[in-house]
């Protein structure tokens, strides 16, 4: 059994900005499960937003506080506690709270799937990322899919767009 919560060192040692507004943590990640990502804990400050974005692997947003509008593709929706929101593989997906109070969220993400250079949806999202690395966006040598700071994932993962 591994138990972890927000308070453990190595959690708190993880703490990173997630796609602007947000600040999360990796409660567990790759060295921890076999067939998943990470489990993360993000917040979003009253008025912010995790900027619109596309990654390479699925996700499930689980909201634990606060309301918010999150936009999957062209779909907007209306979320509050207790909602699961899928995001499949290369959708771009944004979230901003709409409430007066700090939105909390839990964050799963899939394995990224083998990288298959025919697969219109990889690439496309790798594309994007790319695009947003080379103009600097994440200021941050070696960080992947735009985001601000890295989380801590060993570099096996990183896919190679060489």
Known sequence: MILRNLGHPEVKATRYKAHGAGV?????????????????HASVPSGGKLIGHIDP????????????????DEELREVAPGDAIHIPIGSFHELINTGKEEMTLL????????????SK???????LHAKRESTGRN???????????CPPFPMAIIPNRS
């Open 24 to 40: 999360a943590h990796m409660i567990l990640d790759i060295q921890h499960l076999k067939t998943l990502m990470f489990l993360a």
């Open 107 to 118: 964050v799963v993400a899939g394995l990224i799937p083998a990288l298959d250079t025919s």
């Open 57 to 72: 692997m699925e996700e499930i947003y689980i909201v634990q506080s606060g309301q918010g509008r999150m936009q999957v």
């Open 121 to 127: 949806q990889i690439s496309q999202s790798q594309n």
């Open 139 to 149: 200021g941050k040598e070696g960080c992947v899919w735009g985001w601000n700071l």
